[in-house]
């Protein structure tokens, strides 16, 4: 049974932690912080909380969104150098005792974005995968109206032969468009990288290119596993100026009927804590 509520959402990336108070699609308050990084994620959430204790009563349900996996309310991650956590954090327990609410909810917060997309964003309720090209890569699955948990939608983890210890992000990613730029434009960042390519340098054409090239075959994989109606792409790569028009490029010589159909994510920053808090407040 969903309710109108505000719920306090929570997003909690490789760098930054976004509290909000969030009703349907509206963020009412927000806050952010940098993600600590080192020491424990008791003692990060603790800080948020502080931070946020205005905000006490104003709220009966808490959503969690973090980057890793959650299985049983307890938080891993996948890949440590995106955020190097413990294995099994008691996520919801812990966020249960700080918010001294019950009602709590945690997921990945790609899955969180990709319901957000879905229930109020480029979705519009078609079924969906959401893929964000950002500093990493994270993704999100929603079949039939469900969105799926547990691993599904680590597009970012996929894996090639010959690439021993490497996976997709290490090679599409801002990460890796920005070390790309190492021999052309030393300290260069993702940003710089796009600039340079619209300035018209080859190399920083050549880096975005090989990156879309990446994305376009992704997406291709994704349509013949999942058929989903739509691709969301969001992220700062994902959006940046020609990205997805060069993504679409690559997909052009595909039969129609295996060609995905490629829309910009709408929510931008907000879809994981939008989405959050509409899956806290349904299933809770
Ligand atoms: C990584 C992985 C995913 C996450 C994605 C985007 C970890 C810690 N994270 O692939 O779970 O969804 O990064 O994370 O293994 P973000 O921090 O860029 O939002």
């Not at 309710?3 to 969030?22: Q, S, Y």
């Amino acid at each position: 049974m969903r309710r109108p509520d505000t719920v306090l959402a929570l997003d909690i990336g490789g760098t930054k932690m976004l509290a909000a108070l969030v009703r349907e699609d509206a963020v009412i308050e927000a806050h952010t912080m940098p993600t600590p990084r080192g020491g424990d994620p008791e003692a990060w959430l603790a800080a948020l909380f502080t931070a946020i204790v205005g905000w006490r009563g104003r709220y009966d349900t808490v959503g969690v969104a973090v980057t890793g996996i959650v299985d049983e309310g307890c938080w891993s991650p996948l890949n440590r150098r995106t955020l190097d956590i413990p294995d099994r954090f008691p996520l919801v327990a812990s966020v249960a005792r700080l918010s001294a609410v019950d009602r709590v909810l945690a997921t990945n917060d790609a899955q969180a974005a990709a319901w957000g997309e879905y229930a109020f964003g480029a979705g519009q309720g078609h079924d969906l995968v959401f893929l964000t090209v950002s500093t990493v890569i994270g993704g999100g699955i929603v079949v039939n109206g469900r969105l799926l948990g547990g691993l599904a939608g680590h597009f970012g983890q996929f894996r090639s032969l010959g690439e021993e210890g490497r996976v997709l992000e290490d090679r599409v990613s801002g990460q890796w468009i920005a070390a790309q730029a190492a021999p052309h434009k030393p300290d260069a960042t993702a940003r710089d990288v796009f600039a340079a390519a619209a300035a018209g340098q080859g190399w920083a054409e050549a880096v975005i290119r090989a990156s879309a090239r990446e994305t376009a075959l992704l997406c291709g994989n994704i349509q013949l596993a999942l058929d989903p109606a739509r691709i969301v792409i969001g992220g700062g790569i994902g959006l940046a100026p020609g990205y997805l028009q060069s993504v679409r490029r690559d997909l052009q010589g595909l039969p129609p009927r295996l060609t995905p159909q490629l829309h910009p994510a709408a929510l931008a920053e907000k879809a994981g804590v939008v989405g959050i808090a509409d899956l806290a407040r349904r299933r809770t």
